[in-house]
């Protein structure tokens, strides 16, 4: 494709992003960043909030997401921007809170990329006697520079790495199918209280259809093939995710699970002997790493969106001038997710991007309904189903089951979430003249 030139009002010239990407490629990325991000890292954590039914909170989370999902596939379709949330909001609700919106998507991103290093950092640590964060870091600092050298390479390593972390949630689904009955699958140690806990938490899993608009910007076509990519993924994913909780609670049982630092390992262990926790441990490296990848590449393309839409510093939608990649973003955002390293522990860090996600998903829902009424003959490519006139059911059920999760979570992961939402008012007043 031709390298696009922009013309800038001082006269100078800036190289845009290339458009490289199709519809197979941008679908794997988002199963990439879905099945890494959560089922690998938080299985041992959710497990003992949901007991034996681990697969009734995917199945809620999964449901839950699928509200916002098509929320995202309606907006991607008429604004296909690689600012994505800033740019959607903006158009629904006006500059300010678009500005707001799109700072916390951009501390979602860089705090997930955190947590899922962390959880590569324990997978490793089952292999060789290494401190979990030191691998972070480094994990971290390699992908900023895959990142760097290219997009196309870097969406080929993550086919390659989805290819490997699919091929391990399949092996713990076969493996568990002979203890299939061994446990009773509506054990709730904690009720449904607890079942809609470990949702919360879970919806983590989940994260990663939201990231796919972030690629519209370097994908053909955006406006049809990035609604379509967000549906193939959640499909994809949510039929894994639900099969492997089966699996994971009839080959171990809750109380073995839980907290687990490494619970794939754990389950491969009691199925197959230690060759096969080994083996699992090393396609959870392949998983965690693959999407710490996508969501450092989401986070820095959200960055560079902002920056071309004159809401964030200019300096960051720099893009080099060989590698055609926003540099000065990358390396902006691999800095502050090795910085978030240092906060706390896994459940922690996942909490608080659970805030990020719940409010912003919060507003993704509602943008698509104020839309609906202000810009009713706008064109979309993809258009929700099931309305009453012009009122989208399905984004009034995201809105309202968003909010019951965002009050779910743990008072410390709230109060930080605040803190960062705080931080984005008041640089939106001071930016956004």
């Not at 490997?164 to 689904?173: K, Q, R, S, V, Y």
């Amino acid at each position: 494709m031709l390298l696009k030139i922009k013309v800038l009002e001082d006269g100078g010239l800036i190289k845009s992003l290339k458009r490289k990407l199709g519809l197979f490629e941008v679908t794997i990325s988002g199963i990439g960043i879905i099945l890494g991000a959560g089922i690998y890292a938080l299985l041992g954590e959710a497990a003992p909030l949901s007991g034996n039914a681990l697969w009734l909170s995917f199945l809620i989370s999964s449901t839950v997401a699928a509200f916002t999902a098509l929320s995202y596939a309606e907006l991607s379709s008429m604004f296909p921007s690689s600012a994505a949330e800033y740019e959607y909001v903006k158009n629904a609700m006006g500059e300010r809170i678009g500005f707001i919106i799109g700072w916390i998507i951009i501390f979602s991103a860089i705090i997930s990329s955190s947590t899922v290093a962390v959880g590569f950092g324990n997978y490793l640590g089952t292999i060789f006697n290494i401190e979990p964060i030191y691998s972070a870091i480094a994990l971290i600092g390699l992908l900023s520079l895959l990142l760097f050298i290219g997009i196309k390479e870097s969406a080929w390593v993550a086919i390659l790495f989805t290819s490997i972390e699919a091929l391990g949630l399949l092996i713990i689904f076969f493996i568990g199918i002979p203890y299939y009955g061994s446990v009773n699958y509506l054990e709730m140690p904690l009720g449904l209280n607890g079942v809609f806990a470990s949702a919360a938490l879970i919806f983590f899993a989940y994260l990663g259809f939201e990231e796919i608009v972030k690629l519209s910007d370097e994908t053909i076509e955006p406006n049809k093939n990035i609604p379509k990519a967000i549906i193939l993924a959640m499909i994809i994913s949510t039929t894994l995710y639900i099969l492997v909780a089966f699996s994971s609670v009839s080959i171990l049982g809750w109380e073995a699970l839980a907290n687990s630092p490494a619970p794939f390992s754990q389950i491969a262990s009691a199925a197959l002997g230690p060759n096969g926790a080994l083996l699992l441990s090393i396609i959870a490296l392949f998983a965690t790493s693959n999407t710490v990848l996508l969501l450092l590449l989401a986070g820095s393309r959200i960055v560079y969106g902002m920056a071309a839409s004159k809401s964030l510093p200019h300096f960051l939608k720099k893009v080099h001038p060989r590698t055609r990649t926003p540099w000065v973003s990358i390396i902006a955002v691999g800095i502050i997710a090795i910085a978030f390293l240092f906060l706390g522990n896994l459940e922690f860090l996942a909490s608080a991007t659970n805030y990020a996600l719940f409010l912003s998903f919060a507003f993704i829902n509602a943008a698509v309904i104020v839309l609906r009424y202000k810009s009713p003959d706008f064109k979309r490519q993809f258009k929700i189903p099931l309305n009453i006139k012009n009122l989208p059911l399905l984004p009034v059920f995201g809105l309202i089951t968003c909010i019951i999760l965002l009050f779910q979570l743990s008072f410390d992961a709230i109060a930080l979430g605040i803190f960062i939402t705080i931080i984005g008012l008041i640089l939106a007043f001071i930016w956004q003249k």
